[in-house]
């Protein structure tokens, strides 16, 4: 495992400490698995219930994966930063919970099939939020995955590629088919709402624009 | 220009959140000085982005997801103590005794070949039980958790199991055991189940 100190001039301060901790876990250290479980629970928490879309999963998920933070912590080499090997590990755990149910066909096809239309219909009467659950459900598990991680988490694309395990042009491709399905939906929407409801369409006009 | 502007417009989510190196950093920021496509994108991506961060979620206390997942640490940790303790645990901790039970067990053959109790009734070891009651099965054995050493090894006597494989990710032990000619697979589960320490048993395969 790499040391302290090698990292300290490389790392920020948040990945050091989170090294710390995994190195106290690698001797079985419960008190500090228990300070870095309190790490990334929320984190974990929120990227896979994006990313398998049901939320009575996601505690489960996050505890598989945390069991193996606890398992193979003295296992990590260092080459990541310790959040990108942990989100590695949800995003092979989350994706194999999806397998497991096999009510979601193509999950990690990189392209889904054309239903947009069918689709509008189910979000037409939603909020901007609710419009961007119901717009990142209709886009695959890993094209969600790489949105998410890219937005809300500030990944790099060599960062994601490293946690989904793919090269980074297959991280930027499936940028770019999420991007592109996403920009399909909205307009849609908003003709639908103005139709529907004045007031709310109002709202979402100016948000109308955003893909 | 096409595969450069396509090349942009690729990097863009990740020129937004900041991620980029310097080198493609300024590439990015060059091109889209003269390009309002490119412009327009950022500004929708920038949107979004803002939306994205902004979906909050109600998250459940922590601790009792942690007290969970301690259980099953916990538990994880005594299947691995009652398997070294059966001598079929990962570190082969038991290797330097092995010699001494084949010794031991040398000896016990002799005795069992040799008629000590000729007219009386006979010495019978649990492993020729088994052989001569039934035809042996292969079955999928779990325990309820946490257990004991002492109460996983009796359940397993109590079974009278041959175990081929286990804990897998289930916690599950793969064991043969004999079923009894008089009884189907699923009578012998039911009396299996009804052993101190067995949580579950399901049939694998013959």
Redo the contacts between chains.
């Keep these: 495992m790499t040391s302290i100190q090698e990292l300290k001039s490389t790392r920020g301060p948040e990945d050091v400490e989170n090294l710390k901790l995994l190195q106290l876990v690698a001797v079985k250290d419960k008190v500090a698995f228990e300070k870095l479980y309190t790490r990334f629970y929320p984190q974990l928490s929120r990227y896979l219930n994006r990313l398998l879309r049901r939320p009575e999963m996601v505690e489960e998920v996050v505890n598989d994966t945390l069991f193996v933070v606890w398992e193979k912590a003295e296992q990590f080499q260092g080459r990541s930063k310790v959040s990108t090997w942990v989100t590695g590990i949800a995003y092979l755990k989350g994706i194999k919970a999806l397998d497991k149910l096999r009510t979601v066909p193509d999950q990690h096809a990189d392209s889904l099939d054309e239903d947009i239309e069918e689709s509008v219909n189910l979000i037409s009467k939603l909020g901007l939020q609710e419009w961007l659950t119901c717009g990142l459900d209709m886009i695959s598990a890993d094209q969600r995955s790489v949105v998410e991680l890219t937005y809300f988490f500030g990944y790099s694309y060599q960062e994601i590629a490293e946690a989904m395990g793919c090269p980074v042009n297959t991280v930027k491709t499936r940028m770019f088919h999420a991007r592109r399905r996403l920009a399909k939906l909205l307009p849609q929407l908003q003709e639908h709402n103005n139709v529907a409801s004045p007031e709310k369409g109002s709202r979402k006009k100016g948000l109308g624009e955003l893909l | 220009m096409g595969k450069k502007h396509e090349n942009i417009m ?2 863009l ?2 020129f ?5 190196g310097s080198k493609e950093q300024a590439l990015v920021l060059s091109h889209l000085v003269g390009c309002t496509d490119c412009q327009k994108e950022r500004d ?2 920038q ?3 803002a ?5 909050s ?1 109600a ?2 206390d ?1 601790r009792f ?2 007290r ?3 259980a ?2 916990e538990a ?1 940790e005594l299947n691995k103590e009652s398997t070294a303790d059966h001598g079929f645990g990962r570190k082969r901790s038991w290797l330097p005794g092995i010699g001494l039970a084949a010794s031991v067990s040398i000896i016990a053959a002799i005795i069992a070949l040799v008629p000590i109790n000729s007219g009386q009734k006979e010495f019978q070891t649990l492993s020729t039980v088994t052989a001569t009651q039934g035809v042996s099965h292969r079955f999928a054995l779990t325990f309820t958790q946490p257990i004991s050493a002492q109460t996983m090894r009796q359940a397993l006597i109590d079974t009278n199991s041959y175990l081929v494989s286990g804990p897998d990710s289930a916690g599950a032990y793969i064991v043969d055991i004999a079923v009894p000619d008089q009884m189907t697979d699923d009578e012998f589960i039911v009396s299996i189940k009804t052993i101190d320490g067995v949580e579950d048993a399901a049939f694998v395969g013959p």
């Excluded at chain 2, 937004?16 to 980029?20: A, H, K, P, Q, T």
């Design positions: 690729q990097l989510p990740w937004i959140n900041d991620s980029l929708r991506l949107d979004l982005e939306l994205i961060v902004d979906g979620l998250l459940p922590y997801s942690f969970k997942l301690m099953r640490i994880a």
